[in-house]
């Protein structure tokens, strides 16, 4: 949504940049020329970023993998100027430009924020601003970087027909290119293809198989191939610009991940079934797993007590867990009342920064205050971190500098803690999970839950505090 209005503000800026003092000479418009322009996160830990054009905000909150829809903007004599800022919890910072840029007329251009965030950099390519209304067009952008600054990533990419089963590797000519190098435009008929990437001279060696893709007559795609954050073998994954915004291709094997959490405090031990057969067994409260991954594909879901198997408290329900994706689900609130918790995850490591979530899944708290602050605050001089935070609520990532932290729970509108100090401590790069929950059996003392969001491509464990 932040994407989408600041593409509005964009269109309104450049619709005042196209008027100038002659902007009542109607020969003048008449002979106006125009180009495209669109813009791609992709340095996979550099955090969101901000886009200027002539030092006016055009675009905001723009994350990785994310582009912007094909902009016009006016051909004139003088440079436009463009910056791009990352956001970080210590202020805003310009990590490419400013930087004057010359653009043609009828001419296609986009620029992406590549390489990871201490080496970022723009690649900017362009084509012509013309596309056949019988024929596909692709132009690809190899946007990985090799694992070290003086190692590339050298690719050779098949484009061949769909087919099941799929046409050996090797039997259409390669395209060779390597970091920051491009192919393209071509023309390709409308059909279903399948585009896989190997390393250079390995044709054994697949880094990226797209499966089926289809593509109509009058599409007109750039494709970057961007680091593949998502789990899975696969090097990278392609990221299309449409000209109306972005999608992403996964690679055919990227996996879904999913982490459970028995959270109801009243309820006793379970187990997960999945597909009819238990996944996890006699799990207690208040236990969560790791995030495991598994393939993408449509779940079957339940929950049963383990001293009543065929006791359903939650489900049979069917789970669309995606490729790339990665969820976690939490059985919550008292047992007359369970019901599954369901978030969707966001693991990606960011740099500068550390990303904490926060979930309120304690029953008897209800609404409540949290404080995140420096270790020995006194928590009655400063306002709530976040206020008024119901039961079930997810707080979505906040970013915060690395270092150590007391979080604090109290009801809300008291500075009674329910829940802390609990001291955490934060890494620039981790990605956490922060649980609220009710205390545990016997006990009167509620309790918060940290866990590391981060895909663990095997048998999913089970970690109680």
Same mark, same amino acid.
């Given at each position: ?83 791009? /800022? ?13 930087? /004057? ?48 600054? /003086? ?194 995850? /966001? ?119």
């Amino acid at each position: 949504m932040k994407l989408m209005k600041s593409l509005v503000l964009l269109g309104s800026v450049l619709a005042l940049s196209a008027c100038d003092s002659d902007s009542n000479n109607n020969n003048r418009n008449q002979d106006a020329e125009f180009f495209s322009l669109q813009v791609l996160h992709a340095s996979p830990d550099a955090p969101p970023v901000n886009v200027f054009v002539d030092g006016v905000e055009v675009l905001s909150g723009v994350d990785f993998k994310e582009g912007s829809a094909q902009l016009g903007l006016q051909v004139r004599d003088i440079p436009y100027s463009i910056r791009v /800022d990352g956001i970080t919890p210590d202020g805003d910072v310009t990590v490419i430009g400013p930087a /004057d840029f010359t653009f043609e007329a009828d001419t296609t251009y986009t620029i992406a924020a590549i390489n990871g965030v201490a080496d970022i950099e723009p690649a900017i390519i362009s084509q012509p601003d013309t596309s056949s209304a019988a024929s596909a067009r692709i132009f690809v952008l190899h946007g990985t970087a090799g694992p070290g600054p /003086d190692f590339s990533l050298p690719v050779d990419v098949y484009v061949d027909a769909f087919s099941e089963p799929a046409a050996p590797i090797g039997t259409s000519a390669p395209f060779t290119f390597d970091f920051r190098g491009t192919i393209g435009p071509a023309e390709l008929a409308p059909g279903d293809y399948q585009i896989r990437v190997t390393l250079a001279g390995d044709p054994d060696t697949v880094v990226y198989d797209s499966g089926r893709v289809p593509l109509a007559a009058g599409d007109d795609l750039v494709l970057a191939a961007v680091p593949n954050i998502d789990g899975g073998p696969a090097a990278v994954s392609l990221v299309a610009l449409t000209g109306t915004g972005s999608a992403e291709f996964a690679d055919v094997n990227a996996p879904t991940g999913l982490r459970i959490g028995h959270l109801s405090p009243d309820t006793p031990e379970v187990d997960v079934v999945v597909d009819g057969e238990i996944f996890l067994g006699n799990v207690p409260f208040p236990a969560v797993t790791d995030i495991g991954a598994l393939p993408a594909a449509t779940y079957n879901v339940a929950v049963q007590a383990t001293v009543n198997p065929g006791t359903f408290p939650i489900g049979p329900v069917d789970l669309d867990l995606e490729a790339g994706t990665w969820y976690t689900v939490l059985a919550v609130d008292f047992l007359a009342n369970i019901e599954p918790l369901i978030l969707t995850d /966001d693991g990606r490591s960011v740099a500068t920064n550390a990303k904490v979530r926060i979930v309120h899944a304690s029953p008897t708290a209800q609404d409540v205050d949290i404080y995140v602050v420096a270790p020995g605050t006194d928590i009655n001089t400063v306002d709530p971190t976040l206020a008024v935070v119901p039961f079930k609520a997810n707080t979505g990532y906040l970013a915060l500098p690395e270092g150590d932290y007391e979080v604090t729970v109290t009801p809300t509108g008291t500075k009674t803690a329910a829940i802390g100090p609990a001291a955490i401590s934060i890494e620039n790069g981790g990605v956490y999970t922060a649980i609220a929950r009710d205390p545990l059996p016997g006990e009167t003392e509620f309790g918060l839950i940290v866990l590391a969001d981060s895909l663990i491509e095997a048998d999913t464990r089970v970690e109680a505090d």
